[in-house]
C-alpha cells in the first residue's frame, strides 16, 4: 500500500482534536511534537487510540486464525483508515472488506489489490468504476455479493458490454425473513446460482456468504439463530457443489460480523465439502475493540469458544474519547464537552479514567458516574454527591460499536500508554 498521500496530509487547527494557532505540518511528523494529552497538549473532545491495545489485538487475532484456519478481510469501514488496513495486512489480513463504493474507492487509491464488496453491486457509476478497474489493473481481485436474477444479468451486461477479459467475481448471499439482503430460501439461492453459471464467461460464482449479527433475543437465542442460519449456507454450498455451480478455484465461505466469527469459523471448517474451500471471516471491530458491545460480545465468544480461551488475555479497547468536565450545576450532575458530534452512541459511552490539570497519573472513574444522555456537544452524566470531579478535570470515555466513533474524526492520534502522541491515522468517511 501506498500511505505516501496521508503521510503528507497538512495538519491545522481547522482539523478537530489539532491545537490553535499552530502552523501547518504533515501528520507523519505530528510524533516529533511530543504532545501529551494528560498535560493538557492538546484541546478536547479528543479521539485517541493506544498503540499497545492496537499491538496486543492485531496479535491476537493473528494467533486465533492460526489456530481456526481462517483468513480475515477485516472490514474497511469500521476505520476508513488506509494506515489501519496496512498495519491489517502487515498482521497477515488476506484481503479488506469495503461496503459501499465510496470505501472501495478509498481503498483502491491507496492500492488493496484485494477487495471484498459485501454488498450488491448496483449502479450505473459503481458497476462502471469496478469494471474499469478490472480492466486497468490485472493484480485487481475483487468479489461482490449477489442475491438477485436481476442483479446478476445487469453486471453479466456490463462486463459484455464492457468487453472484459475476467469475469466478476461474486459469492451468493443467503439471507433468513426480516433480516438484511440475500436469498431466503434454498430453492431461491439454487436458481440464482443456476443463473450466475449461465452469464459465464461474465461472472464466475465463488463461494455462499452471509451476515449473521442481526438477529434479536437472549444471548442463547442469537446464538441458536446464528447456528441455523450458518447451516443454511452451508446447505446452499453442497448443494451447488453438487450441481458443480461454482467457478474453479479454492470455494469461498464468508460470514461476517465482529460478535459470531468463532461460530462462523467453526461452521464452516466443519461444513463437509468435497473440494478446497476458504473460510473467509470479516471482523472489523477486532483490532479497536470497545468498552460495551463487543466487549460483552467477546466475553460470550470465549465461553463458547476453546480455541479463543486458549489465548489467554483477550481483546482489549484501544479507542478512547476524552473531554472536560465543564459544569456541575448541581451536586449530582455534571456536563462535560463530548456529545453526538465526536462519540457513537449506540449505547451511552462508559467513563474509564480522569485526571487534574498537573497530574499525569489518571486515576480509575469510582462507581456511580453514569453518562445519561448526549446532545450534539454536551455530555450528561449522573453523579454521586461526593464525586470528585470538578470544572476543568479530564475525563476518558471508553465508547461503545466503534465504527460510529471514527466516522466522526477526520484525524485521530496514537498515543503511548503514558498518553504520549507517537503518531496519527487519517479517515476518509
Same mark, same amino acid.
Given at each position: 500500500m501506498?500511505l505516501r498521500?496521508?503521510?503528507s496530509?497538512?495538519l491545522?487547527?481547522r482539523?478537530?482534536?489539532?491545537?490553535?494557532?499552530?502552523?501547518?505540518f504533515?501528520?507523519?511528523?505530528?510524533?516529533?511534537?511530543?504532545w501529551?494529552v494528560?498535560?493538557?497538549?492538546?484541546?478536547?473532545? +479528543? =479521539?485517541?487510540?493506544?498503540?499497545? #491495545?492496537?499491538?496486543?489485538?492485531?496479535?491476537? /487475532?493473528?494467533?486465533?486464525? *492460526?489456530?481456526? $484456519?481462517?483468513?480475515?478481510?477485516p472490514?474497511?469501514?469500521?476505520?476508513?483508515?488506509?494506515?489501519?488496513?496496512?498495519?491489517?495486512?502487515?498482521?497477515?489480513?488476506w484481503?479488506?472488506?469495503?461496503?459501499?463504493?465510496?470505501q472501495?474507492?478509498?481503498?483502491?487509491?491507496?492500492?488493496?489489490q484485494?477487495?471484498v464488496?459485501?454488498n450488491?453491486?448496483?449502479g450505473?457509476?459503481a458497476?462502471?468504476?469496478?469494471?474499469?478497474?478490472?480492466?486497468?489493473?490485472?493484480?485487481?481481485?475483487?468479489y461482490?455479493?449477489?442475491?438477485?436474477e436481476?442483479?446478476?444479468?445487469? +453486471? =453479466?451486461?456490463?462486463?459484455?458490454? #464492457?468487453?472484459l477479459?475476467r469475469?466478476?467475481? /461474486?459469492?451468493?448471499e443467503? *439471507?433468513?425473513? $426480516?433480516?438484511?439482503?440475500?436469498?431466503?430460501?434454498?430453492?431461491?439461492a439454487?436458481?440464482?446460482?443456476?443463473?450466475v453459471?449461465r452469464?459465464?464467461?461474465?461472472?464466475?460464482?465463488?463461494?455462499?456468504e452471509?451476515?449473521?449479527?442481526?438477529?434479536?433475543?437472549s444471548?442463547?437465542?442469537k446464538?441458536?439463530?446464528?447456528?441455523r442460519?450458518l447451516?443454511?449456507?452451508?446447505?446452499?454450498?453442497?448443494?451447488?457443489?453438487?450441481?458443480?455451480?461454482?467457478?474453479?478455484?479454492?470455494?469461498?465461505?464468508?460470514?461476517g460480523?465482529s460478535a459470531?466469527y468463532?461460530m462462523v469459523?467453526?461452521a464452516?471448517?466443519d #461444513?463437509?465439502?468435497d473440494?478446497?474451500?476458504?473460510?473467509?471471516?470479516?471482523?472489523g471491530?477486532y483490532l479497536?475493540?470497545?468498552?460495551?458491545?463487543?466487549?460483552?460480545?467477546?466475553?460470550?465468544?470465549?465461553e463458547?469458544?476453546?480455541?479463543?480461551?486458549?489465548?489467554?488475555?483477550?481483546?482489549?479497547?484501544?479507542?478512547?474519547?476524552?473531554?472536560?468536565?465543564?459544569?456541575?450545576?448541581?451536586?449530582?450532575?455534571i456536563?462535560?464537552t463530548?456529545?453526538?458530534?465526536?462519540v457513537?452512541?449506540?449505547?451511552?459511552?462508559?467513563?474509564?479514567r480522569?485526571?487534574?490539570?498537573?497530574?499525569?497519573?489518571?486515576?480509575?472513574?469510582?462507581?456511580g458516574?453514569?453518562?445519561?444522555?448526549l446532545?450534539?456537544?454536551?455530555?450528561?452524566?449522573?453523579?454521586?454527591?461526593d464525586?470528585?470531579?470538578?470544572?476543568?478535570?479530564?475525563?476518558?470515555?471508553?465508547?461503545s460499536h466503534?465504527c460510529?466513533?471514527?466516522?466522526k474524526?477526520?484525524?485521530?492520534?496514537?498515543v503511548?500508554?503514558?498518553?504520549?502522541?507517537?503518531s496519527g491515522?487519517?479517515?476518509f468517511?
Amino acid at each position: 500500500m501506498d500511505l505516501r498521500p496521508i503521510e503528507s496530509f497538512l495538519l491545522d487547527h481547522r482539523i478537530k482534536g489539532v491545537p490553535g494557532g499552530i502552523e501547518p505540518f504533515p501528520i507523519s511528523r505530528i510524533g516529533e511534537k511530543h504532545w501529551n494529552v494528560l498535560r493538557e497538549d492538546l484541546p478536547l473532545p +479528543l =479521539a485517541i487510540l493506544k498503540e499497545s #491495545a492496537l499491538a496486543h489485538n492485531g496479535a491476537w /487475532m493473528r494467533r486465533f486464525l *492460526g489456530l481456526s $484456519g481462517a483468513v480475515i478481510a477485516p472490514h474497511g469501514k469500521t476505520t476508513m483508515s488506509p494506515q489501519l488496513f496496512a498495519r491489517q495486512f502487515a498482521d497477515g489480513a488476506w484481503g479488506i472488506t469495503v461496503a459501499t463504493p465510496q470505501q472501495l474507492q478509498v481503498a483502491r487509491d491507496f492500492g488493496v489489490q484485494r477487495i471484498v464488496l459485501a454488498n450488491q453491486l448496483v449502479g450505473r457509476q459503481a458497476i462502471r468504476y469496478v469494471v474499469s478497474e478490472l480492466e486497468r489493473d490485472p493484480r485487481f481481485e475483487f468479489y461482490c455479493l449477489v442475491d438477485s436474477e436481476a442483479n446478476a444479468a445487469a +453486471l =453479466a451486461a456490463a462486463a459484455r458490454e #464492457a468487453g472484459l477479459d475476467r469475469p466478476i467475481q /461474486m459469492l451468493l448471499e443467503g *439471507g433468513y425473513a $426480516g433480516g438484511r439482503t440475500g436469498c431466503r430460501d434454498l430453492r431461491t439461492a439454487l436458481a440464482l446460482t443456476r443463473s450466475v453459471k449461465r452469464h459465464e464467461p461474465y461472472l464466475a460464482l465463488r463461494g455462499v456468504e452471509g451476515f449473521e449479527g442481526l438477529f434479536a433475543g437472549s444471548t442463547p437465542e442469537k446464538e441458536a439463530h446464528v447456528r441455523r442460519f450458518l447451516e443454511f449456507l452451508v446447505e446452499i454450498a453442497i448443494s451447488a457443489a453438487r450441481e458443480q455451480l461454482f467457478a474453479p478455484g479454492p470455494l469461498i465461505l464468508s460470514a461476517g460480523g465482529s460478535a459470531f466469527y468463532d461460530m462462523v469459523v467453526a461452521a464452516f471448517r466443519d #461444513a463437509g465439502m468435497d473440494r478446497e474451500f476458504l473460510v473467509l471471516t470479516r471482523s472489523g471491530c477486532y483490532l479497536t475493540h470497545d468498552s460495551v458491545m463487543y466487549r460483552e460480545a467477546f466475553e460470550s465468544l470465549r465461553e463458547r469458544s476453546p480455541e479463543a480461551a486458549s489465548l489467554g488475555a483477550g481483546l482489549q479497547p484501544a479507542l478512547e474519547v476524552w473531554a472536560y468536565v465543564q459544569s456541575r450545576p448541581e451536586p449530582e450532575k455534571i456536563l462535560l464537552t463530548i456529545g453526538k458530534r465526536d462519540v457513537s452512541y449506540d449505547d451511552m459511552p462508559v467513563a474509564l479514567r480522569w485526571c487534574r490539570t498537573g497530574d499525569l497519573r489518571p486515576r480509575a472513574v469510582s462507581e456511580g458516574h453514569v453518562v445519561t444522555g448526549l446532545n450534539d456537544q454536551h455530555c450528561h452524566m449522573s453523579v454521586p454527591a461526593d464525586s470528585l470531579l470538578q470544572v476543568g478535570d479530564m475525563v476518558g470515555f471508553g465508547i461503545s460499536h466503534p465504527c460510529l466513533t471514527f466516522d466522526k474524526w477526520q484525524v485521530i492520534c496514537v498515543v503511548d500508554d503514558n498518553y504520549t502522541v507517537t503518531s496519527g491515522i487519517r479517515t476518509f468517511f
